[in-house]
């Protein structure tokens, strides 16, 4: 069970950031989505979703405040801060460079 | 730091969080219901879908909380709450696991804090390696250690190459008079360099000068202690001046002369011995042919480079040297060297050792035996912990959970430990300083507090670790079935708990045994008569030699004194004796004594008597009966005929069927003969367990001697009496000084002091290892028990009855017991054997001694399986056997 979890964990952050970036979203939102993007390729248990944006919104990457939704239920919405959006820089500037190398180092073996 | 802050929020508002997650996991619920049934789904079928989805919102709890804040401090909190209240649960197993685990870190605690003031603080002399005591060694004396003969000293500096100095130390006796009460103080005498020797600064003044050393008064008289300069020690300038630090320079009336205070010594200089004051010793023109008399304490510094043996073989080479050039007093006369650590720590080093080892060896038996209980409740408790594992606690949290118990048990153990180690010391204060050096360092010193606290924590992970694994790496499917086999132990590591424990009851039975011996010397002792009533007798002693110069003086002085103390109110007698019994140095006179009209014998091989110089109404006052004859009246006198009293036992010794009265006798080298007009019963002098000495009367009106007890019984509590009498030895001679007051009483009780002490150390232990023992048989029974809980309800399925069981369990308790009571029978006599130098009145095979400890331990083993027992045996049948 955690090394699920830590494997998710790093990736789980970016693919956050990524979501948020584009808009304001509820937890059940952004579970959708993910669920959506990854076409089921990876199962992400919803619920831990919920410690993820914590850890977020400690960091200062990400503001929350309770909203309703389109169809009036009342939910927990989350936003990128400055700073999210500059830590969603780096981290995609890393994810592109471990893809790169590992990319490389998969070539390579071949 | 962000984080940190916005983690100590969350800390702090925890419940506001947790709520907020609540309505986060109910909404994303509500809102995915809402999707699912918009695609068409049933309402109940959408809501198990998303909860499925959602996943284990245990867990997802638990891991938000431990994000959410400082997981280390909430869980150590809801830990130590958790285990607070488990531990409360079960007042039973808390109160035996607390007592033992106080009881072991108390013990070691106090014995460290003896052992950290007594060897391992350092002592306060520069380069003290380097620091030796040099002593005589004499076979024909019999001691492995002499004093030194002054003669012999001054041709041992004079000869030697191997110290930067050898310097002497003399007992001695200053005179206090002047401002405040006049007093007797013990000092030393030291010869020059001593100071330089020893290289302690003082901690206000100087040390001597090589000028201090030439300031004899001629018109006082030329003695070893007329120089005119003291230092004092730190006890008397606080006692006596009040910490003036002003002092230096300031003049004392001692012995009646001016004398000079130049410096005050730091409080931890006390060399040789305890004792307040330190004045030059002026050599003296008899000193070079003296070397019959030992009463000099030698230390020196060794040169740097030398070694103790090169040093000893230079000294060696000396004392050969003077035995041949003085064959008459130095034949056989060695030289030893003992570093001056050694010295001060002389006898007690070991003994502390080993107690300290001892208590180590409990402390670590405490901490199987609480480690044994744990495990007894590990088993009943596998259920609990298996159900917490199942919904989600981690391995890692578990056992910290189960630590946190531990380490909440050894924290309150190690308060009541600290607790226990301040009792104790307070105790051992009580008792006679006796023969432990610098005890007044032994306290609970940072350092002490420091080893309490690294103990407790060993204690915790040494009790804690082991079983709380062992708990945890139960498998879990097993464990929630309830099977007992869960947490069998292998039989390997039953069986050695089982040698554990046995040893621990061996070990408590030796202990036990050589208590009871020891309790019953000491009443057989008690229960000697000392051939006279102590009751309500002070005695205090007074030196006149200084002040009354003839016999005829010392004679009117006395006999007016104890006229003055005899008409005291609420005295009702007073007398004076030259040896006290029972003062721990009083003089105590042999000599050689000629029956006059016997076979002459050369005066070294006449046997010999204690020789006693009383005032009349001594033996009355101290109502010992006279068996003969008269006690000595106020008519005997110098110009009258010389007159003594013997004992009983001279009576026997000397003229045994024939009368003594009558006898003449001559003491002494010669002198005129003195007629035995009576006969007394006898007292005991040094102790109650030595047997009567032959001892002589003889009254002080005809001897003079000027060094006397005044003895006074009065008519209640003496204490207070104590300002009138003090009025009344005052009244006579103004300034006269008097030391040592006490009462028979505490006189006589001092001289078993030494036994007592060794009582309650031993009875000490002993009761540490009962009370371990009882533990380590209680963790043990149950542990065994509640694994045989299935069986159990099986034998009474069968039709065993409770009585059955209850004996089963109860018979293992006394199977264990006996094994250890039989080996540690082995080892009490052994022991018993050991210690008979300490018994009185009883042999190391005292039978009701022997009987007494394995009566008690095996009571203790049916107390100790009674609880497990009658759990056991009212166990629920259906239930045992579902269990299985």
């Known amino acids: 069970m955690a090394t699920r979890s830590d494997l998710l964990q790093g990736t789980l952050d970016l693919i956050v950031l990524r979501i948020l970036s584009l808009g304001p979203r509820h937890g059940y939102a952004i579970a959708q989505r993910i669920n959506q993007i990854s076409e089921e390729s990876f199962q992400v248990n919803q619920g831990s979703l919920y410690p993820a944006l914590l850890r977020l919104e400690q960091r200062g990457w990400v503001k929350s405040s309770w909203g309703t939704t389109d169809t009036g239920r009342e939910a927990k919405f989350f936003e990128l801060t400055r700073s999210g959006r500059k830590q969603l820089a780096v981290e995609t500037e890393n994810w592109e460079r471990v893809k790169g190398a590992i990319g490389r180092l998969l070539e390579a073996t071949e | ?884």
């Open chain 2, 1 to 884: 730091m962000r984080t940190l802050w916005t983690r100590l929020r969350g800390f702090l508002f925890a419940r506001r969080l947790d709520r907020d997650l609540e309505r986060q996991i109910e909404s994303h619920i509500a809102l995915h219901v809402e999707d699912l049934v918009r695609g068409g789904m049933s309402p109940q079928e959408a809501r198990r879908q998303a909860a499925r989805e959602f996943g284990n919102a245990t867990s997802i709890r638990e891991v938000y909380r431990e994000t959410r804040s400082l997981p280390l401090l909430e869980t150590l909190l809801l830990d130590v709450r958790y285990a607070a209240r488990t531990l409360l649960r079960r007042p039973g197993f808390t109160a035996l696991a607390l007592a033992a685990l106080s009881l072991s870190i108390g013990l070691s605690t106090a014995l460290f804090s003896i052992v950290h003031g007594v060897l391992l603080r350092s002592l306060p002399y520069p380069d003290q390696d380097r620091l030796m005591t040099v002593w005589q060694t004499d076979p024909k004396k019999g001691g492995a250690r002499d004093e030194v003969a002054i003669g012999n000293f001054l041709d041992w500096r004079l000869r030697q190459r191997s110290f930067e100095g050898l310097a002497i130390a003399e007992p001695f006796s200053h005179e206090l008079s002047g401002d405040g009460e006049p007093e007797a103080i013990r000092s030393w005498i030291v010869s020059e360099g001593f100071f330089e020797v020893m290289g302690t600064p003082p901690l206000l003044g100087r040390w001597f000068t090589a000028e201090d050393y030439r300031a004899g008064s001629p018109l006082e008289g030329y003695y070893p202690g007329a120089a005119r300069v003291v230092i004092i020690s730190h006890g008397l300038w606080q006692r006596r001046f009040g910490g003036d630090p002003n002092l230096i320079g300031k003049q004392l009336q001692l012995r009646g002369r001016p004398m000079t205070i130049v410096g005050v010594m730091p409080p931890e200089f006390q060399f040789p011995a305890k004792r307040e004051l330190w004045s030059p010793r002026l050599p003296q023109p008899q000193d070079r042919d003296s070397r019959a008399a030992t009463y000099m304490t030698v230390t020196g510094r060794l040169k740097p480079g030398i070694t103790r043996e090169q040093a000893r073989q230079d000294m060696a080479r000396i004392a050969a040297e003077l035995e041949a050039e003085h064959p008459r007093t130095n034949q056989g006369v060695g030289v030893r060297l003992i570093p001056i650590a050694d010295y001060l720590t002389d006898g007690v080093r070991p003994v502390l050792w080993i107690l300290f080892g001892a208590a180590s060896l409990l402390l670590v038996a405490a901490c199987a035996n609480v480690g044994g209980l744990l495990l007894a409740r590990g088993v009943e408790r596998r259920h609990e912990l298996a159900v917490r594992s199942a919904i989600g606690g981690s391995t890692r949290r578990l056992v910290r959970q189960l630590l946190t118990e531990t380490g909440l048990l050894a924290l309150a153990g190690g308060l009541g430990g600290v607790a226990i180690a301040y009792g104790a010391l307070r105790l051992l204060m009580f008792l006679p300083p006796s023969q432990v050096p610098r005890i007044e360092y032994v306290g609970l010193s940072g350092a002490v507090l420091l080893f309490c606290c690294a103990v407790t924590a060993l204690t915790a992970l040494a009790c804690g670790l082991a079983p709380a694994l062992r708990m945890v790496r139960v498998d879990l499917a097993d464990a929630l079935k309830s099977s007992s086999r869960a947490l069998a132990a292998a039989p390997a590591r039953q069986r050695g708990r089982q040698v554990l424990v046995a040893a621990q009851v061996a070990l408590a039975m030796v202990l036990l045994t050589g208590a009871a011996l020891l309790a019953r010397s000491l009443a057989t002792l008690l229960a000697v008569d000392p051939g006279f009533r102590p009751e309500r007798i002070l005695s205090l002693e007074v030196h006149v030699y200084a002040r009354a110069r003839t016999p005829q003086e010392r004679i009117a002085y006395f006999r007016q004194t104890l006229d003055r103390l005899s008409r005291t109110p609420g005295v009702v007698s007073a007398a004076a004796v030259s040896a006290f019994p029972f003062h721990d140095n009083a003089i105590d006179i042999e000599t050689a004594v000629q029956v006059v009209g016997a076979p002459e014998l050369p005066v070294h091989q006449r046997p010999t008597a204690r020789i006693t110089t009383a005032t009349p109404a001594y033996f009355e006052l101290m109502r010992i009966p006279l068996r003969d004859g008269r006690t000595f009246g106020d008519a005997d006198a110098l110009e009258t005929e010389r007159v003594a009293i013997v004992n009983e036992a001279m009576a026997r010794r000397f003229f045994d069927a024939r009368g003594a009265l009558g006898q003449r006798v001559v003491t002494g080298t010669g002198g005129a003969p003195r007629t035995i007009v009576g006969v007394v019963g006898n007292t005991l002098r040094k102790g109650l367990s030595e047997p009567p000495q032959p001892e002589l009367y003889v009254p002080h009106a005809q001897s003079g001697t000027g060094s006397m007890t005044c003895v006074v019984r009065t008519a209640a509590d003496p204490w207070g009496l104590v300002p009138a009498i003090k009025e009344a030895i005052w009244s006579v001679k103004g300034g006269q000084p008097f030391s040592k007051i006490a009462t028979a009483e505490q006189l006589m009780s001092t001289t078993h002091s030494e036994r007592r002490f060794h009582l309650a150390l031993i009875a000490l232990f002993a009761g540490m290892a009962v009370m371990l023992a009882t533990v380590g048989l209680f963790g043990l029974v149950s542990y065994a028990a509640n694994q045989r809980r299935g069986e159990m309800g099986l034998r009474m399925a069968l039709g065993a009855s409770g009585l059955n069981v209850l004996g089963l369990v109860v018979r293992e308790a006394l199977s264990l017991a006996g094994l250890g009571v039989a080996l540690g029978l082995v080892g009490a006599l052994v022991a018993g054997n050991l210690i008979r130098a300490m018994l009185f009145g009883v042999t190391p095979y005292d039978p009701a001694s022997l009987a007494g400890a394995p009566a008690l331990l095996l009571l203790i083993a049916i107390a100790a399986s009674a609880a497990p027992a009658l759990r056991a045996a009212r166990v629920d049948l259906m239930r045992a056997l579902r269990a299985e």
